[in-house]
Structures are given as C-alpha cells and as structure tokens.
C-alpha cells in the first residue's frame, strides 16, 4: 500500500478542491450506475437515482468525508437474481421484482442500521494487513476489466479506427491527467481531462462513442428524468414476503458493508485520518433505506470514486455532497451535454484510478513476509477477480484465523524440573487453547510423574472451554493414578473463566471435591512446605 500513498496528496483540501472533485466524481458516477443498473436489470433512471441519493445522504452523515457512494456492482449482481424472482411472483408483465428490491433495501437499512447502533463496525479491525492488500488488488484488477468492457460494441470488441481513436482519446485523458497537476498542483486534473477530451471530439466531430451511444446500446434512452418520489414498494406485506426478501437483505446488507468498511479503511490509509466505522454503517442504512422509499437501487461505498474524488483533492464531506447535486443537477437539467462525454474519457480516468489503487509494494514485500501472508494476498485477489469482495474479503480472514491459531497451537511448551521436595513442576508457556489442546496433554508423563505434579500457568493463559477440558482431563488422569496436582498462578480472568465453566464441564467426577482443578493459593502452599 505504501505506492499508493506516493500518488494521493495529504493536503487537508478546500472548498475549491471539494467542489471540482465532486463535479468530477458526478461526471465518473453516470456511467457506472447506468452500467451497474443494466446488470441488475433495471432502468438506468433507478440506478442514477440509487447513485445521487447514496451519495448525498452517505456524504452528510457518514463516517468518512471524502468516500463516495453510489449504485454499485457487487451489489447488482445480488439485486439481478432478487428482479428475476420478484418479476416470476407478481403478475405477468407486472415487473414486481423492482418493488420487491425496493422493499428488500428497507430490510437492508435495518440490518445495517443496527449493525452502527450496536457499534459492530469495530470488527473491521480484524481484517490482516495480507486481506486489505489482496482486497485493493482485486478490485483494481476489477476496475481494469470492467473498462475494457467499454472496447466492445454488442459483444464483439471493437476494431479498426474506431479502436485507434478510443485508444487515443484514453491515453490523451491519462495525459492531461498526469500533466495538469505538474503545472499547477490544485488544478482538478480529472475534471479538465474529461472537459478537454470532450470539447475535442465535439468540435471535431469525432465518431466515438458517448454517454448516450453506451445507455442506448444497452436498451436505455436517456438520463434525463424528474425527481424522485415518495412510494412505499407496493407489494403484499406478508410472511411469504418476508421469508423472499429477508436472505436477500442480509447478503446485500453484508455485502455492502464489507465493502464500504474496506473502502473506509483504504482512504483512511490514503489520507493519514481516520473515518468512524459505526457512524458509516448508520449512514449506509439510512441511504438505503430511503432507496426503498424513493426509487433508488441502493448500493454501498464505491472505492473507484472515491479514489478519483480524493486525488482530485476532495477531503470534506463538501465533495461528496456536490457530486450528488451535480449528478441530481444532470439528470433534471443538463442531461443532454452529459450525454455527449465521450466514454473513452471516461474510461480513462479510470484507468488511472487503477494505478492508484493497486498496491504495488505487494511485488516487493514478496519475498520479506511470511509465505502465508503472500499465499493470502494471493488467494484474496483471485476471489475478488472471480466471485465478490465479500466472498474474497470473508473467506481471507477465515483463512489468516486459522493460520494464526495453527502458530500459536505450536508455541505451547513446559519445562519439567524437580525440586528438593521431589515434586515435578510443569511450567507452561505459550497460550492454551482449542488448537494447543492436543500438544498440551502429550506434554504430561502421568506413569511415571512423581506423587506430587504442580502446573505452574504464569506464562501460560487459559483461552477457551477445551483449554479447560483438557486441565479437566490432565486432573483426571493424575487423580486416577492417585497422584496430587496443582495448578499455580492462574490469573484472576482464568480463574473467573473456569468457575464460568463449571456448569458445562464434568467437574467432581471422582467424588473428589477438588477434583475441578485445585486453583492453591500459592503463599499458602510455600508456607506449608516450609513447615514440613
């Protein structure tokens, strides 16, 4: 991650900064929710609506000024299915499935509503480094594909000189990108790009394609609508309904919080701050939630956005606040100038959100950290590319758990000494747990041990029931063999974690009243030895 600190400024913006990134953020926002609301199946007008509505609420209230939400594709591929399903339930020719989408989006709220209100954001610390890395490498790769789907033309990509002069106009947009802050640092680069390229193929008559060539060949007319309006999804408010829409909800609810907790994560390393987790996750609730009141196709945070919007100088909430009414502001009165940006402008500053965001230190970390965290960054980017964030994102910590309990399982050790007294001492080291279990018994040697066995826990600590299973079945085999164990220095939290235990442990099996592990006060039992 350390490259791409290198390429984002951390300068504390300005209202002039926040305002031209916002207009640029809104110019990059029109594509993708048209795009990603073809790939839910619904009308562009929904997904631009989802878009300005996720972004203004989200910018207002949110936990990260600065991070951009809109319409977004990891949640459209949910959404397709849940179109598809609603349409099959309502009346032919009905299209039910868009009001149960919207009416799944309120479920949605809810959940990650509560998720804020119950302060479960904090869990976005458990993501390893390794996952974060593998993260913001697959969704470059993502962004990258995604883009070259704008070089194809019903399926087919697209040669000859219509390929040369989109290929051109990129690499014109990534070099008035690169150019226009060398001359002049706070000059919106994106925004200029994008102005410029289009001017161009205006005043040129260049044939390529354009924000209204790429809605209609994706069955669309336009962008320019009304306002949205207040509607409650009309559908029967029954528990056949609840049962369709409920898993729906929890995956889209899931899916966009992982996404726009990552993605928080991200600026906050980006900028050197530090966005409020809990606080976000409300917000993203509340947007879309009121998506299902208004029309909206909801989505989450959007890391391609919000990328352009803070390397275009965009920190305060202001950016995103003016990219929602900018992309309001296009859709009510400005529809068919927008409509004439050629797409390859666009592609191209995308292009270059790509190479700010990939983590190019992962080429040279390769060989500096451990293999596991390597095979994890890995695995975590092929997951993103194939299936989802939130499969990649899930399965990868899963799978950094594991590895951390199987190292820990191998520290557990003892040292076995004897004293004068000629009772055997078993200092533990290393934590005791689920995974050291196994080692930890195969420590003891119950035969041939003396009458006398003390287990000393100072540099040990008890984690877990099968911790205390397995001291339950070390006691046993000493007091079957009719030997005396003790367990010495138990902190007062182990202690309390046992005695929580004993309800759902077998305890006193041998009529024993301290056969539950005989916790000794420890001056007590040097007293008693100094009197023998």
């Known amino acids: 991650m350390e490259a791409s600190h290198t390429l984002v400024s951390n300068s504390k913006g300005s209202i002039q900064s926040d305002i031209f990134s916002g207009l ?44 951009i939400s809109g319409a977004t594709g990891a949640m459209a591929v949910v959404m397709v299915n849940l179109v598809m399903e609603g349409n099959a339930l309502g009346a032919p020719g009905s299209y039910a499935g868009l009001q149960y989408l919207f009416f799944t989006l309120l479920l949605v709220g809810v959940f990650q509503g509560l998720f804020g209100v119950f302060r479960l954001g ?11 890395m593998g993260f913001v490498n697959g969704l470059a790769i993502v962004i990258f594909l995604s883009q070259l789907k704008m070089f194809q033309a019903g399926g087919a990509w697209i040669q000859g000189d219509s390929l040369w002069i989109m290929v051109g106009l990129v690499a014109l947009t990534m070099t008035i990108l690169f150019t226009v802050p060398m001359i002049y640092s706070k000059a919106p680069g994106a925004l200029i790009a994008i102005i410029a390229v289009s001017l161009l193929v205006i005043f040129a ?61 991200l600026i ?67 529809s068919t100038y927008i409509e004439m940006v050629p797409i390859a ?33 890995v695995l975590v980017t092929f997951l993103t590319v194939k299936y989802d964030l939130a499969i990649a994102v899930i399965c990868g910590v899963i799978i950094s758990a594991l590895i951390f309990a199987w190292e820990n399982a191998l520290r557990i050790r ?21 995974g050291s279990t196994t080692l930890f018994l195969s420590k003891f040697d119950v035969e ?33 063999s009719g030997k005396t164990i003790h367990l ?41 030895l100094a009197a023998k």
Not at 273 to 279: D, E, F, K, M, S
Not at 419 to 431: L, R
């Open 345 to 377: 402008a666009l592609v191209g500053v995308m292009f270059i959100v790509v190479i700010k965001t990939f983590a190019w230190s992962t080429f040279n970390i390769v060989n500096k950290v451990p293999k596991w965290d390597v095979i994890v960054i």
């Open 268 to 334: 906050d390393e980006l900028t050197s701050t530090h966005g409020n987790g809990n606080r976000e996750c409300i917000a993203q609730g509340i947007a879309n939630f009121t998506n299902g009141l208004f029309g909206g196709m909801g989505g989450c945070a959007m890391i391609g956005q919000s990328i352009i919007n803070i390397t275009s100088g965009g920190r305060g909430r202001l950016s995103g606040i003016t990219a929602g009414l900018a992309l309001l502001f296009f859709i009510l009165f400005t």
């Open 205 to 265: 008559q260049v044939d390529t394609a354009t924000v209204l060539s790429f809605i209609e060949a994706n069955g669309g007319t336009g962008i320019k609508a009304g306002l949205p309006s207040f509607s409650f999804p009309q559908i029967p408010l029954t528990w056949e309904t609840v049962t369709f829409v409920t898993p729906y909800a929890l995956i889209l609810a899931a899916i966009g919080l992982i996404e726009s907790l990552m993605t928080l994560t």
């Open 122 to 132: 904090k869990f976005i610390r458990m993501v390893p480094r390794s996952v974060m």
């Open 448 to 480: 041939d041990d003396p009458e006398v066995v003390i287990i000393d826990f100072e540099e040990s600590r008890i984690m877990d029931q099968s911790a205390i299973e397995i001291i339950n079945k070390v006691t046993e085999l000493y007091l079957r």
């Open 414 to 434: 003892a040292r076995k000494t004897i004293d004068e007294h000629g009772y055997k001492h078993y200092k533990i080291y290393g934590p005791l747990f689920f």
């Open 24 to 67: 640029t953020v809104a110019l990059a926002l029109v594509p993708e929710a048209v795009a990603f609301s073809f790939v839910a199946g619904v009308s562009p007008i929904v997904g631009l609506y989802g878009a300005f509505m996720m972004c203004i609420i989200t910018s207002i209230l949110g936990g990260r000024p600065g991070m």
């Open 488 to 528: 010495w220095h138990l902190s007062p939290d182990c202690v309390r974690l046992i005695k929580k235990a004993e309800k759902i442990c077998v305890v006193n099996v041998l009529s024993d009243p301290d056969y539950f592990v005989s916790i000794d006060d420890y001056n007590k039992y040097q007293e008693e």
